[in-house]
């Protein structure tokens, strides 16, 4: 879907190195890693990449818990009424930012920050499965012994409608009901409060009498379901994010809110405007949060961190208005900037990658809030690009409580570290339960349809001259590469390898 004309990816790959300290789970060598460096990237080839290797939350079909309306109200009350009540959520940590929801696109090998200008690492425990890096410590968010939950959680379509860019027998999956205590059953409709059940037979009830009492009334069976079904309240329906964050608010609301989408590129009068105010936000942030020092946190670690990317934007005829490519989704409140959401937009989903905020308004849970805004957003930019359908979240990790409320994200599915096939969510808690890491897809004979089939064919880039592997090992001096060379292109699977440069010095 590349736009015409537009330049290959360029990537760079390192093999493992030792390990190094979590902060997760604290261990001091609890991380290993493999990585790419892209110089340049294919909004495509991107897709195809963390389709290969992350989680994805179904936004059309997303189901808010009762957690997250929580949040969605209070952000109304404090808006309409100023009101700034600290509840907390029962269900998830309201001190969860979109950070640990998500997992940042492109990461950097530092020990301080990971930049958005790199790509994935990709696990040393398992080469066949994408990792990335805990976006504010430059850690992996894997730990010792671990070895990677799921693989990549994801959440997917409905179970008989195909996925754009996932195996055909992806498809078919099961929606098994959960055990006991494991979430909310999909194959059921949701529930819904006592007194709404009895407002709508008490509404049956009397239409039933009044259709009783109507002279001549010759009505049929059918059309007295019909009048039923239309005359039920309307209010028995569950609420929507739409709900919550599109309402009409009164004059005199206290407040304002308003979600400005900026392009990351200083050529864009917005972007470049509030470049100051959003880079002092960032440094005020990392300091209160993840004690930064200030040196840690400037202008220049920002850039290189959230503003240097490189994914080219492309526009498409059935693309979104405002094309693919890094953008900022700014949270301006009352005039200033109080949140910014650093996203991606691909073909088939909007990536989160990270989240800062003034910690002055904590206790509006902006990590979640922001989350559900993003949802909303990728609801959006479906109407106008219909394969636009999924939100990425970043990885889920069972034996993480920072990570395991992340499943609370309906529905979802997480995808299978060996063969890349979706599986509901509630299928694979029972295994993560047992063992920190399996192959979720339980067909034996499944195995993984992209997989590198002829290696000869990966793509290299050389002395500036494009060429497959099978020639430049031909021209190769020195010993051999094709160890490493094996093992990126069985990350990245046969397609990406014949589309994207690897450079070989």
């Given at each position: 879907?590349?736009?015409?004309g537009?330049?290959?990816?360029?990537?760079?790959?390192?093999?493992?190195?030792?390990?190094?300290?979590?902060g997760?789970?604290?261990?001091?060598?609890?991380?290993l890693?493999?990585?790419?460096?892209?110089?340049?990237?294919?909004?495509?080839?991107?897709?195809?990449?963390?389709?290969?290797?992350?989680?994805?939350?179904?936004?059309?079909?997303?189901?808010?818990?009762k957690?997250?309306?929580?949040?969605?109200?209070?952000?109304?009350?404090?808006?309409?009424?100023?009101?700034?009540?600290?509840?907390?959520?029962?269900?998830?940590?309201?001190?969860?930012?979109?950070?640990?929801?998500?997992?940042?696109?492109?990461?950097?090998?530092?020990?301080?920050?990971?930049?958005?200008?790199?790509?994935?690492?990709?696990?040393?425990?398992?080469?066949?499965?994408?990792?990335?890096?805990?976006?504010?410590?430059?850690?992996?968010k894997?730990?010792?012994?671990?070895?990677?939950?799921?693989?990549?959680?994801?959440?997917?379509?409905?179970?008989?409608?195909?996925?754009?860019?996932?195996?055909?027998?992806?498809?078919?999956?099961?929606?098994?009901?959960?055990?006991?205590?494991?979430?909310?059953?999909?194959?059921?409709?949701?529930?819904?409060?006592?007194?709404?059940?009895?407002?709508?037979?008490?509404?049956?009830?009397?239409?039933?009498?009044?259709?009783?009492?109507?002279?001549?009334?010759?009505?049929?069976?059918?059309?007295?379901?019909?009048?039923?079904?239309?005359?039920?309240?309307?209010?028995?329906?569950?609420?929507?994010?739409?709900?919550?964050?599109?309402?009409?608010?009164?004059?005199?609301?206290?407040?304002?809110?308003?979600?400005?989408?900026?392009?990351?590129?200083?050529?864009?009068?917005?972007?470049?405007?509030?470049?100051?105010?959003?880079?002092?936000?960032?440094?005020?942030?990392?300091?209160?949060?993840?004690?930064?020092?200030?040196?840690?946190?400037?202008?220049?670690?920002?850039?290189?961190?959230?503003?240097?990317?490189?994914?080219?934007?492309?526009?498409?005829?059935?693309?979104?208005?405002?094309?693919?490519?890094?953008?900022?989704q700014?949270?301006?409140?009352?005039?200033?900037?109080?949140?910014?959401?650093?996203?991606?937009?691909?073909?088939y989903?909007?990536?989160?990658?990270?989240?800062?905020?003034?910690?002055?308004?904590?206790?509006?849970?902006?990590?979640?809030?922001s989350?559900?805004?993003?949802?909303?957003?990728?609801?959006?930019?479906?109407?106008?690009?219909?394969?636009?359908?999924?939100?990425?979240?970043?990885?889920?990790?069972?034996?993480?409580?920072?990570?395991?409320?992340?499943?609370?994200?309906?529905?979802?599915?997480?995808?299978?570290?060996?063969?890349?096939?979706?599986?509901?969510?509630?299928?694979?808690?029972?295994?993560?339960?047992?063992?920190?890491y399996?192959?979720?897809?339980?067909?034996v004979?499944?195995?993984?349809?992209?997989?590198?089939?002829?290696?000869?064919?990966?793509?290299?880039?050389?002395?500036?001259?494009?060429?497959?592997?099978?020639?430049?090992?031909?021209?190769?001096?020195?010993?051999?590469?094709?160890?490493?060379?094996?093992?990126y292109?069985?990350?990245?699977?046969?397609?990406?390898s014949?589309?994207?440069?690897?450079?070989?010095?």
């Amino acid at each position: 879907m590349a736009a015409a004309g537009s330049s290959p990816s360029i990537v760079e790959y390192f093999g493992g190195e030792d390990g190094y300290r979590c902060g997760y789970c604290k261990n001091e060598s609890g991380n290993l890693s493999h990585g790419m460096w892209a110089h340049s990237m294919t909004v495509q080839d991107y897709q195809d990449l963390i389709d290969r290797g992350w989680r994805r939350c179904q936004a059309l079909r997303f189901q808010s818990s009762k957690s997250h309306k929580k949040v969605l109200k209070k952000m109304l009350k404090f808006i309409s009424k100023g009101d700034v009540s600290k509840v907390a959520s029962e269900e998830e940590p309201m001190d969860s930012h979109i950070e640990d929801v998500v997992t940042c696109d492109f990461a950097y090998k530092s020990e301080s920050h990971v930049s958005q200008s790199e790509l994935t690492p990709l696990s040393v425990d398992h080469p066949e499965r994408v990792e990335n890096e805990d976006k504010d410590t430059g850690e992996t968010k894997e730990v010792n012994e671990q070895k990677v939950e799921s693989g990549s959680p994801q959440i997917c379509a409905d179970k008989d409608t195909p996925v754009p860019g996932e195996p055909s027998h992806s498809a078919k999956t099961v929606h098994a009901p959960p055990k006991p205590g494991k979430g909310a059953d999909l194959s059921k409709p949701p529930c819904r409060k006592a007194k709404d059940i009895r407002k709508e037979r008490k509404l049956q009830k009397l239409l039933q009498n009044q259709m009783c009492t109507l002279e001549g009334s010759q009505l049929q069976g059918g059309d007295q379901v019909f009048l039923l079904q239309n005359s039920k309240s309307k209010t028995n329906q569950p609420k929507t994010i739409e709900d919550f964050v599109f309402v009409s608010l009164p004059d005199d609301a206290r407040h304002k809110l308003e979600v400005r989408l900026v392009p990351v590129s200083f050529e864009d009068p917005q972007f470049k405007s509030s470049f100051n105010q959003s880079a002092t936000l960032f440094a005020k942030y990392q300091m209160a949060i993840h004690k930064d020092t200030p040196s840690d946190c400037g202008e220049n670690e920002f850039t290189r961190f959230l503003c240097d990317s490189p994914l080219e934007a492309e526009n498409a005829p059935n693309g979104p208005e405002c094309g693919y490519g890094s953008f900022h989704q700014q949270y301006w409140l009352d005039g200033k900037i109080i949140a910014v959401g650093v996203i991606d937009i691909l073909p088939y989903c909007v990536s989160s990658v990270y989240l800062y905020y003034d910690p002055d308004y904590s206790f509006l849970s902006l990590g979640v809030y922001s989350a559900l805004r993003e949802i909303a957003f990728t609801r959006q930019l479906h109407e106008k690009a219909p394969d636009l359908c999924f939100y990425y979240m970043g990885f889920y990790i069972h034996s993480c409580p920072k990570m395991r409320y992340k499943g609370q994200y309906r529905p979802s599915d997480l995808l299978c570290p060996e063969t890349y096939v979706w599986t509901p969510i509630e299928q694979c808690l029972p295994l993560l339960e047992d063992a920190k890491y399996c192959r979720l897809n339980q067909d034996v004979k499944a195995v993984d349809e992209g997989r590198i089939k002829e290696l000869g064919r990966v793509r290299v880039l050389h002395k500036r001259t494009v060429m497959p592997y099978s020639v430049y090992k031909k021209r190769r001096k020195g010993p051999s590469d094709e160890a490493s060379v094996q093992q990126y292109a069985s990350l990245v699977g046969q397609t990406c390898s014949e589309r994207m440069l690897l450079f070989r010095s």
